[in-house]
């Protein structure tokens, strides 16, 4: 597993506790071969306590013992089948996650990751790399965070010609604006969102609607068979939102929200006037998106965006799923 911070961690405690599941679903155990943070790993071609590297990253703030410089040597170091990608996002260059992502495909191994970074710059390369050496490349997480959009759009709906998706894909930016119908000023609205830990210190990423726009362009990619970038997305944040627009929408019997459009011409992400009790009209940090598909109609899905554990249970969906295939094959 490449990082080790919430979300490297929450699956760690994950693993742990569904270790009983899954050694009865599939008879043998989830091995954890190798971790990585910033600057040290651990490695036991035995399998390494998940809950003991937890214990150990709290209290020495390292989750190993032995110093690295380059993520990829110390892959080339260790035995393993599948990468576990949870390092920060960098959308202008993929960061370190596209280096591991990208060595990890070429040597044959199976990929999950988080990570918007590598997959709204590089999707097309890594789906292709993926495809050419028969591996698995899943990412749910990436997008709504424990709310199912990716697989249930690729496996459910599989059959469905998806027309559109909209959705609201920044819990952020969702409590800014609802504090905001409770008569908040946008600065008021974003200063308790820093303070409650919903938003950075660099709100940027987030309020000028960056964020949004990584998660479009995997949509557009992974469920419309698009080919674009980040680069490509028409992106307005709230940053410029008044009150009184937020008023005037309410006497309208609206509310606004930062919405992400994505359909086979369209890719956007801007504030939107929803009606309200409209599924996307939901208040706080919750995620939601409506897929509009020609056979089952609309299909409304929310849950939580973001969090330890609930980015923890999109990796395990994945993880299941690739090990199901295994099990097949
Ligand atoms: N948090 C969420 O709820 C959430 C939801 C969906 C997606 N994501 C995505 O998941 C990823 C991880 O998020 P997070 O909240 O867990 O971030 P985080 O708490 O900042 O943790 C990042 C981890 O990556 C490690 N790291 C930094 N550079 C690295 C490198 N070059 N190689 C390997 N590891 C490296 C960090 O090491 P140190 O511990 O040494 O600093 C840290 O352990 C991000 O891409 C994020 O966008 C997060």
Known sequence: MAGFGTVGQGFAEVLALRKDFIKERYGEDARLVCVMDSSTYAADPDGLDPLELVARKKSTGKVGDVRYQDSVEVMKSVEFDLLVEVSPTDVKTGGAGLKSITFAL??????????KGPLALKFGELVSLARKNR????????VGGAMPIINLCHENLV???????????NGTCNYILSKMDNGQTFEQALKEAQQMGYAETDPTNDIEGYDSACKAVILANS???????FSDVEITGISSITSEAIALAAANNMVIRLIGEVSPTKLEVSPRLIPKGHPLSIAGTLNAAQIVSDLAGPISISGRGAGRKETASAILSDLIAIMDDRKRT
């Open 106 to 115: 070429e040597s044959k191994k199976d990929v999950i990751t988080v990570n």
């Open 135 to 142: 591996c698995k490349f899943r990412f749910e997480g990436s």
């Open 159 to 169: 059959g469905e010609k998806i027309a559109s998706i909209r959705g609201i894909f």
């Open 223 to 229: 469920v419309f068979g698009r080919d674009v970038t």
